[in-house]
């Protein structure tokens, strides 16, 4: 039986690839991230060099011109713009079966409701993954290009890291884009991150119990995220997934 749910979930994730490969959405969500990030990053380091007075003024003392002030510049553009694309991406995933009214072929199939599932995650999962790395090599490319040199270790581990922890704050927008059977709920969800997290930088030292504001902050680490307040932000990850399996199991799909 083992042998045969991971056949299944092989097969499963391979058409779950395809999905993804072949669709110009799931293209350009990638493109525009791949892209449009670094340009701002550009834009914003541009505007430093520049002392533009509204930049300066919104990074304060972090907005130097330097190895440092890009890394913070990169990670705080990357993590908000992140969010809404991990976000937009694992929405479209999962809703896409009722917007394309599949959901009632997925019924009919020989595997298990939770197969599908694993396999859509695994597949996101995967996707993400590649798309921070890739995104973290142009970034490197920027960094040399604008001269600051090569990034020190402590900041290409901490920006990888912001890429898994990102993939770990999207489960909520799966639960929403599932019970909802919708993609815009899904984006509305990420954007309700992206302010939550922008306002948990506002309490200060009490910021990391502000979950969504977690990979920021562990990335930037200006406000140290304590152990506690990473084990609220992986429980309630893993609870919303857990949610989002419930949900999809039990669900009328027709």
């Not at 409701?113 to 996101?124: E, G, N």
Request: aromatic share 10%; hydrophobic share 55%.
């Amino acid at each position: 039986m083992s042998s045969f749910r991971h056949s299944t979930l092989i097969i499963t994730m391979k058409v779950e690839t395809l999905k993804v490969t072949k669709s110009a959405t799931a293209r350009g969500i990638t493109g525009a991230m791949l892209t449009g990030i670094p340009l701002i990053v550009s834009a914003m380091m541009i505007a430093i060099a520049h002392n533009n007075p509204v930049i300066l003024a919104k990074g304060g003392a972090a907005a130097t011109h330097d190895e440092n002030g890009f890394f913070f510049v990169a990670t705080q553009i990357t993590a908000a713009a992140e969010v809404l694309g991990f976000g937009t991406m694992i929405a479209w995933i999962y809703a896409r079966e009722f917007m394309d009214n599949t959901a009632i072929g997925l019924a009919m199939l020989p595997m298990s409701r939770h197969i599908t599932m694993t396999a859509k995650f695994l597949v996101y999962a995967a996707w993400t993954l590649v798309t921070h790395l890739l995104l973290a090599i142009v970034m490197l490319l920027l960094a040399v290009g604008f001269r600051f040199g090569f990034p020190t270790e402590a900041h290409i581990l901490r920006f990888l890291v912001l890429g898994v922890l990102t993939l770990l704050a999207t489960p909520i927008i799966a639960w929403v884009s599932v019970c909802t059977r919708s993609l815009i709920a899904g984006c509305g969800t990420a954007l309700a991150l992206i302010i939550l997290g922008q306002f948990g930088t506002l309490l200060g030292a009490n910021s990391g119990w502000m979950p969504p504001a977690v990979p920021a902050l562990w990335a930037l680490q200006i406000i140290p995220t304590t152990t506690p307040q990473l084990l609220v932000f992986l429980a309630l990850s893993a609870g919303f997934a857990g949610l989002t399996y419930a949900r999809w199991s039990r669900m009328q799909l027709a």
